[in-house]
């Protein structure tokens, strides 16, 4: 009866040392060798998209630059962070909104994780109107071509691909119109929604949220096949923002990319993408 009793102890007290240690959130390393929660950062860059604005109009003019630089953005020298107000950013554009998703989505990535990014990190994700394509955080996620999927395979925050059956609601992505990268390029940045497809006809349709011409803020349905090349990025690590340092000021390539004409190779490579599509 004793041996019995004794069984029973040990496999309630494995029981529950197996219980515990599941319940114990997944861990990822931070660049200092930080064990960080890990976050489904998806679906917080969706929370991010339902707390912007509907509307406002759509403009590219230095007055939607300004409102985004100096209204929307602003530093908070208490928190040592920037203060956040998208009903500002009006009107906007694609780069802009999806600009300030990102950086709605790392301040709730900071509540999830309770911990803070240094306030050099906020101060260097502080957009400029100064900062032309290339230079700096909001230089580099505005410019020609894959300027964030640039960005993060450089920093290491995210992963791009460009595989379709990839994809998942809150990847970012950028969306060429024609087949044209940089110089003479015409494309939207958004963030991915999803896939519908017609019953009548079966053509599929890409489902995304950006600020859209005419109507600014607010969600939008294209057929696939006016997509000539897409590229995704999904946020993976934010805590990487902490190597800014590590880049120079100017992204030369992005920077010549006003200019300049590439091949769809010269971009994949530039981002890390070693699959092509067919």
């Known amino acids: 009866m004793l041996g019995f009793s004794r069984q029973v102890l040990i496999v309630l007290i494995l029981s529950f040392l197996m219980v515990s240690w599941a319940s114990v959130p997944q861990t990822q390393t931070s660049q200092r060798g930080m064990r960080l929660p890990v976050v489904d950062l998806n679906a917080l860059v969706l929370k991010a998209v339902q707390r912007m604005p509907k509307g406002g109009g759509y403009a590219t003019s230095r007055k939607a630059l300004n409102r985004l630089c100096f209204e929307a953005i602003t530093h908070d020298k208490v928190r040592q962070n920037l203060r956040l107000r998208p009903d500002r ?4 554009f694609c780069s802009s909104a999806c600009y300030m998703v990102f950086l709605l989505t790392l301040r709730q990535w900071e509540q999830a994780i309770q911990m803070r990014l240094p ?3 906020w101060l260097y994700l502080a957009p400029s109107p100064e900062q032309h394509d290339g230079k700096g955080a909001w230089g580099r996620a505005n410019a020609n071509g ?3 999927a640039k960005w993060a395979h450089d920093l290491g925050f995210g992963i ?11 990847d970012f992505l950028k969306i060429f119109w024609t087949t044209e990268i940089g110089a003479r390029e015409f494309g939207h940045f958004v963030v991915f929604l999803g896939c519908t497809r017609e019953s009548a006809t079966g053509e599929t349709k890409i489902k995304f949220w950006s600020s859209n011409m005419n109507e600014g803020y607010g969600c939008k349905e294209v057929p696939l096949s006016s997509c000539k090349r897409m ?3 999904r946020l993976t690590q934010p805590a990487r923002l902490t190597r800014w340092k590590h880049l120079p000021e100017i992204d030369t390539w992005l920077q010549s990319l006003l200019n300049k004409r590439i091949t769809e190779r010269n971009m994949l490579k530039a981002c890390g993408i070693s699959n092509r599509r067919p």
């Open 89 to 92: 950013a009006k009107p906007s």
């Open 119 to 121: 306030e050099d990190v």
């Open 146 to 148: 894959p300027g964030l």
């Open 160 to 170: 791009n691909f460009t595989d379709l059956a990839k994809a998942k609601p809150g």
């Open 231 to 233: 590229i995704f990025t």
